[in-house]
């Protein structure tokens, strides 16, 4: 044996993290999802008819229920990066989509330092679609998060992954991702939204 029988391997790139959340978080935040009137399409990227904006009281009930959540995702992210993140963070915006059939997420970042996303309905329809594709990409309805255009076999750049309700992903709001259109005639529900990073002395 030519080294130690013990060796270290690198955290590298952006920290995702996945959440299974509580159904009464999720069915809450459909709920109040289907009574908004504001409409958020203005500062979205998406090409989707229907997202609606929550309203501050929205924000504010969702922060006080979704808090240990992103308290352990900085947790984490205090390991990944060997760095004091504390979890001092403050919810920036919050809203909910309604994805249609063709509808799309093209490639797109978010501006402030963490962004999310939660599903609340991914049909059945659409689960037997993306399970009978058979193209090389992600797949209908599908999102691709994606840290680098340039991918090999030894370079892990992409990470597509297809949904579950009640799931919930964490990234770096400088993460690039993207969402697939699908064909099934059914709606493709998910709530997304950002956290700013507040300074001690704020």
């Known amino acids: 044996m030519n080294y130690i029988n013990e060796f270290k391997y690198y955290h590298w790139g952006p920290c995702l993290t996945r959440f299974n959340l509580d159904s009464k978080i999720c069915e809450r935040l459909l709920q109040r999802g289907n009574l908004l009137k504001e409409d958020a399409r203005k500062g979205l990227a998406g090409h989707l008819d229907k997202e609606m904006k929550y309203t501050q009281e929205d924000q504010d009930w969702f922060l006080s229920e979704f808090s240990p959540v992103i308290s352990d995702h900085m947790k984490f992210l205090t390991t990944y990066h060997n760095n004091n993140y504390k979890p001092n963070v403050k919810l920036t915006d919050l809203w909910i989509n309604y994805m249609q059939p063709g509808e799309f997420n ?97």
């Open 106 to 202: 093209p490639p797109h970042v978010h501006n402030q330092q963490l962004s999310f996303v939660i599903y609340l309905q991914v049909p059945e329809k659409l689960i037997e679609e993306h399970k009978n594709y058979q193209g090389s990409d992600t797949g209908p309805g599908a999102i691709k998060f994606i840290n680098d255009w340039n991918s090999d076999t030894l370079n892990i750049a992409e990470v597509p992954i297809f949904p579950k309700e009640k799931e919930c992903y964490i990234f770096p709001s400088s993460l690039n991702h993207m969402v697939f259109p699908f064909k099934s005639k059914c709606e493709r529900i998910s709530v997304s939204g950002n956290f700013g990073f507040i300074n001690d002395n704020s």
